[in-house]
């Protein structure tokens, strides 16, 4: 059990596009999921953390804006890299925990590379 | 602050080879440990955790950590290593300082490589 996706693997897109990426608990119900990003041989960096039904808390010096996420039900969430630019390429990669105070599970992680 | 020091950038063993990779955190409250291991353009997998009761965790793989509080210190050991351990090694603490959630905060990695 506790098994994350993700979806898309890999994405290129063109620099000003808007990317979603979606992050799934296929057996649990995830309370709380959390998205990170992990730049090339560096450790995972927490982007924010959502829980259903309300809005995303953010990380100091994430822009809201830039990275939307929707957290619209116990097995979906969802980040949005708006108006990308190539800075933003990276691999992004979600968790989920059943509850707050539970153990994370990790997605597979998502490649986006802005041209 | 809350921090987590894996001293050791890169180890390369030999297979059969005994492995220990180093962990050292700085947290403001009861910490929360874990292992992770993430293999080449793949997501995290969780070797094991520590919340509280015994200090030695078993974890899968034959994987096995050791929390000492004195040292705070949460080294992952294996006894005998196969070429399939050889990947990226993670620590991470977390806990409920200041908030709610079970946020964590993730070591630098330590890239293993296995010798045949």
């Known amino acids: 059990g506790a098994v994350v996706s993700q979806h898309p693997s890999w994405v290129i897109c063109k620099s000003g596009t808007s990317v979603k990426i979606e992050c799934r608990s296929l057996?649990?119900?995830?309370?709380?999921m959390f998205w990170y990003r992990q730049f090339p041989k560096q450790s995972l960096m927490l982007m924010a953390t959502?829980?259903?039904?309300?809005?995303?808390?953010?990380e100091q010096g994430v822009e809201k804006d830039k990275f939307l996420i929707n957290h619209a039900s116990l097995t979906l969430s969802t980040l949005t890299v708006t108006s990308a630019h190539p800075e933003d390429s990276s691999f992004y990669i979600c968790?989920?925990?059943?509850?707050?105070?539970?153990?994370?599970?990790f997605g597979p992680g998502t490649r986006l590379l802005v041209l | 602050a809350q921090s987590v020091t894996q001293p050791d950038i890169h180890i390369t063993v030999s297979e059969g080879a005994s492995l220990e990779l180093r962990c050292n955190y700085s947290?403001?409250?009861?910490?929360?440990l874990f292992w992770y291991v993430q293999s080449p353009g793949q997501g995290l997998q969780l070797l094991l955790k520590?919340?509280?009761?015994?200090?030695l965790v078993q974890g899968i793989k034959g994987f096995e950590a050791e929390f000492k509080r004195s040292q705070s210190s949460f080294n992952l050991r294996k006894p005998s290593v196969h070429w399939s351990d050889a990947a990226e090694y993670f620590c991470?603490?977390?806990?409920?300082?200041?908030?709610?959630?079970?946020?964590?905060?993730f070591g630098t990695g330590t890239l293993l490589a296995v010798q045949p």
């Open positions: 991470a603490v977390g806990g409920f300082y200041g908030g709610a959630t079970n946020k964590l905060i």
């Open positions: 947290y403001g409250a009861t910490p929360y």
């Open positions: 057996d649990f119900q995830a309370t709380t």
């Open positions: 959502s829980n259903e039904g309300s809005k995303a808390t953010y």
């Open positions: 968790s989920a925990s059943r509850d707050r105070r539970e153990t994370q599970y």
């Open positions: 520590y919340f509280s009761g015994d200090t």
